[in-house]
């Protein structure tokens, strides 16, 4: 397997309390969890994790309370390195989440150490990154658009996935980043807020996910590319976008061509929304290309 470029992840890590329900509460009810369980998640974690089991050198900047030495652990188990970790006072960031029969979920996020986190140590360890590495970052820690331009100015190409959408957040990191990830009800969004066509932001590469749909790249300069999403039984939908955009960014990090990269990226997500969990779902790369070279 090609060593692509390094891949610095910079985001939450979240220790998640995953519930499965008939259905997702409306107000003011009180419904029963037939299955509880805690385990390794937030947006930076689970996108660090699909990158490093596609395949990715992945470096991690975030932090974690000292309840959550575990989950640094267990992204250290999934190949992550972690060196560049803070243990912070402040709790772990941490989400409860609702799953449904049909996959769906509801989340709600405390953002704990990922909010409290300090810059300094984490610009100190970006002092190693080289140009050309990837910066893979979303929408779920302090200090944004600080790291994506010290990346920026490294010569990182940075890739924001733009989750939990925020307008305001997209627009402070959008001088720095080369790629913008986000939904296709986001990017409606991000349209009427800033009053803007996609095409005429000022990122080189946006990719639209779309959901049962599929999803699109739009490059400057060059012609947009659509993949179908692949039919899947799916078990559970969280840490999906995620998956995508860490697998998304391993393939691109080795060079790989935007149409393989997208169809590599699909498949991930297909085989990720087909079992239970956010990171303990992520694919291996040998999962991956045994789902993409059955024509997936
Ligand atoms: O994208 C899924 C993730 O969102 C969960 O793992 C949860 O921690 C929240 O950050």
Redesign the pocket.
Known sequence: MKQGARIWGFG?I?I?HVHKLDHLPAAGETLASHDYRVQL???G??QSVAAARAGAKVCHLGAVGADGLTMRDVMEGYGVDCGGVQVTDAAT?H?I?MVDRSGENA?L?HGGANHALALDPALEALKSAQAGEYLLMQN?TAWQPEIAAAAAARGLKVVYSA?PFSPGAVQAVMPFISMLMMNEVESQQLQEALGTEIADLPVQTIVVTRGAQGASWHAKGSADIFVPALPVQVLDT??A??CFAGALVAALSEGVDAPAAMRFATCAAALQVSRAG??SAMPTRAEIEALASEGG
Do not use: M
């Open positions: 939450s979240n998640d998640g937030g947006k974690a689970n960031g989400a989440i989340i996020l779920e989750a969280t840490g976008g995620d956010a990171a």
